[in-house]
């Protein structure tokens, strides 16, 4: 049985009243059926978020006469406003190094269908994945990174990125910094895990920096990438505890595990529209 085709609109705006009687409005006059909706209003930026899914063939027109008919509304409201069709899939394009469980992870949710997105890609700066990922079926590119080709390795990054049409760029465990000119490019569309319970033990060897500071929770962090390293806003995390008798390697084993659960859900709320930046914070609509 097919999951029943849907639009999602997702929308902030400056907060004040009518957002919700409006929209409602617009989607009951033109005999939208609405599925879920979630709202929120958010009192230090003063802003509204809303998400919300219509039934695609209660709709008398298509994607892009809906666009033009609510431009008025988004326009009278100041609206930073998107509608996606469940129908068109989110393409995914992987980064990965020589960590492979967040990859194997992304891929076994994939071909199961748990994942309902499309990887045209994997694009690593190392060999050590080419044989797994093109056994799936998925073409492979490797793009050295050295000290002394940095600008040319990211720049080829952005042009595979682009000639697949990607929509997101998820970093499962890419351990090189991308340069800030790329995250601007695709603001909300790089997807990264860190390992670690952000904002704490930034940059390398995060469960190292852990063990040494004795704490007793470890976790990991799914964020989009920003031009600071490591501080984008956060989409997901988790923690597992941990006592005195653990060794780095076992915060390491257990971190692992985290970081597959975290990148997964998180990315699942991206590719489902669940999450509005808000600043340097988002709003996840669960």
Same mark, same amino acid.
């Given at each position: 049985?097919?999951?029943?085709?849907?639009?999602?609109?997702?929308?902030?705006?400056?907060?004040?009243?009518?957002?919700?009687?409006?929209?409602?409005?617009?989607?009951?006059?033109?005999?939208?059926?609405?599925?879920?909706?979630?709202?929120?209003?958010?009192?230090?930026?003063?802003?509204?978020?809303?998400?919300?899914? @219509?039934?695609?063939?209660?709709? &008398?027109?298509?994607? $892009?006469?809906? %666009?033009?008919?609510?431009?008025? *509304?988004?326009?009278? !409201?100041?609206?930073?406003?998107?509608?996606?069709?469940?129908?068109?899939?989110?393409?995914?394009?992987?980064?990965?190094?020589?960590?492979?469980?967040?990859?194997?992870?992304?891929?076994?949710?994939?071909?199961?269908?748990?994942?309902?997105?499309?990887?045209?890609?994997?694009?690593?700066?190392?060999?050590?994945?080419?044989?797994?990922?093109?056994?799936?079926? @998925?073409?492979?590119?490797?793009? &050295?990174?050295?000290? $002394?080709?940095? %600008?040319?390795?990211?720049?080829? *990054?952005?042009?595979? !990125?682009?000639?697949?049409?990607?929509?997101?760029?998820?970093?499962?465990?890419?351990?090189?910094?991308?340069?800030?000119?790329?995250?601007?490019?695709?603001?909300?569309?790089?997807?990264?895990?860190?390992?670690?319970?952000?904002?704490?033990?930034?940059?390398?060897?995060?469960?190292?920096?852990?063990?040494?500071?004795?704490?007793?929770?470890?976790?990991?962090?799914?964020?989009?990438?920003?031009?600071?390293?490591?501080?984008?806003?956060?989409?997901?995390?988790?923690?597992?505890?941990?006592?005195?008798?653990?060794?780095?390697?076992?915060?390491?084993?257990?971190?692992?595990?985290?970081?597959?659960?975290?990148?997964?859900?998180?990315?699942?709320?991206?590719?489902?529209?669940?999450?509005?930046?808000?600043?340097?914070?988002?709003?996840?609509?669960?």
């Amino acid at each position: 049985m097919h999951a029943q085709r849907r639009y999602t609109l997702t929308a902030s705006c400056p907060d004040r009243v009518g957002i919700v009687a409006r929209v409602a409005t617009f989607i009951a006059d033109n005999r939208g059926w609405i599925l879920e909706t979630s709202h929120h209003a958010d009192d230090e930026s003063q802003r509204y978020f809303m998400r919300i899914e @219509i039934r695609a063939d209660s709709l &008398p027109f298509d994607l $892009d006469e809906f %666009r033009r008919r609510f431009l008025p *509304i988004a326009d009278e !409201f100041a609206m930073d406003w998107r509608i996606a069709d469940s129908a068109e899939k989110k393409r995914l394009v992987v980064l990965v190094s020589q960590q492979e469980h967040c990859l194997y992870d992304l891929l076994a949710r994939w071909q199961s269908k748990e994942l309902d997105v499309d990887i045209p890609c994997v694009i690593s700066n190392h060999e050590t994945f080419r044989g797994f990922v093109e056994w799936h079926g @998925i073409p492979f590119h490797h793009v &050295p990174v050295t000290v $002394d080709n940095k %600008r040319e390795a990211n720049a080829e *990054i952005l042009r595979l !990125f682009e000639q697949a049409r990607g929509d997101v760029m998820v970093l499962a465990r890419y351990m090189q910094i991308l340069p800030p000119e790329l995250c601007e490019k695709h603001p909300g569309r790089i997807i990264n895990i860190h390992h670690s319970f952000l904002p704490s033990f930034v940059g390398a060897k995060p469960y190292h920096q852990a063990y040494r500071r004795g704490v007793k929770l470890i976790g990991a962090t799914c964020h989009y990438v920003t031009a600071e390293l490591d501080a984008g806003p956060i989409i997901e995390q988790d923690t597992v505890r941990i006592d005195h008798g653990d060794t780095v390697e076992d915060l390491v084993r257990y971190g692992k595990d985290i970081e597959k659960a975290v990148l997964a859900r998180g990315l699942r709320y991206h590719v489902e529209d669940r999450v509005l930046v808000n600043g340097n914070r988002t709003v996840v609509f669960r």
